[in-house]
């Protein structure tokens, strides 16, 4: 097995290093979808894709982007500036899906997998999305689409962090029972913890005739004690003594 463990570190501090640096937002939003994104990128085929729906974890998309050698390593350093701005922009070779507005992943990812299928082309289309996302209603349409065409060529990931923009996501409008409502709509689905690296790629792995949806329980702002399971750092910026103090867990 790769060594997601230390994967998912270092891209938790470059990731930190570059929302500190442009004075952006979201870097708890980022930090929950790490783990997730690390296993999913250590396990893509040639022909896969991935469409980001959850387009405010820019710094980690554009971290892996990096990697793949889709953007040039050092383009990570202008983070902050256009094209690299915190809400990911199809403008950034290898971002499939303009990510500010939530919802907007799936439809495209949907096409996409109905699309290759109809095509007979191999490759699996991944997509990342938010448990906020859960109450736009083009989520429940594509859901809908892809259930009734079964593309088994497609794979949602749900980072179920509990909160969304304005505060618990299941207060704001409550998205439960969330793996039932998935089941129903035709989805191969699973219920994991999203920071267990084994599990994640266990779920991955999975071979189904249906879509898949993997709900991937996670805490928002994973790996840093104080951005942890609060609201606090969705929308605030990270100071210096923060920033300091964060690296230092990160360690």
């Not at 070779?93 to 939530?102: E, Q, R, T, Y």
């Not at 007979?120 to 065409?149: F, K, P």
């Not at 991955?204 to 994973?222: E, F, H, N, Q, R």
């Amino acid at each position: 097995m790769p060594d997601y463990p230390a994967l998912a570190k270092e891209t938790r501090k470059k990731v930190l290093a570059m929302v500190f640096k442009a004075q952006t937002s979201h870097i708890a939003s980022n930090f929950s979808v790490i783990d997730i994104a690390s296993v999913l990128y250590e396990n893509l085929g040639e022909k896969d894709e991935v469409v980001w729906s959850k387009g405010w974890a820019a710094a980690t998309i554009y971290y892996f982007l990096a990697k793949q050698g889709k953007i040039p390593k050092e383009d990570l350093e202008k983070f902050g500036e256009a094209p690299y701005i915190g809400l990911a922009e199809t403008t950034v070779p290898g971002v499939l899906c303009s990510g500010g507005a939530m919802g907007h992943g799936l439809p495209i990812a949907v096409g996409m997998a109905i699309g290759k299928k109809r095509a007979r082309e191999e490759g699996i289309i991944y997509c990342v999305m938010s448990d906020g996302e859960m109450q736009e209603g083009t989520t429940w349409e594509s859901a809908l689409i892809a259930g009734h065409n079964k593309p088994n060529n497609l794979v949602v990931l749900i980072d179920y962090n509990k909160w969304c923009a304005m505060g618990r996501t299941n207060e704001v409008a409550n998205v439960e029972p969330f793996a039932d409502k998935w089941q129903a709509f035709g989805f191969d689905t699973q219920r994991i913890d999203g920071h267990n690296y084994q599990e994640i790629e266990r779920a991955l792995l999975k071979k189904s005739d249906k879509p898949k949806a993997i709900i991937c329980d996670t805490v928002k702002g994973k790996g840093v004690s104080f951005f942890e399971d609060h609201l606090l750092f969705h929308y605030k910026y990270v100071e210096k003594d923060e920033y300091e103090k964060a690296m230092a867990e990160l360690a």
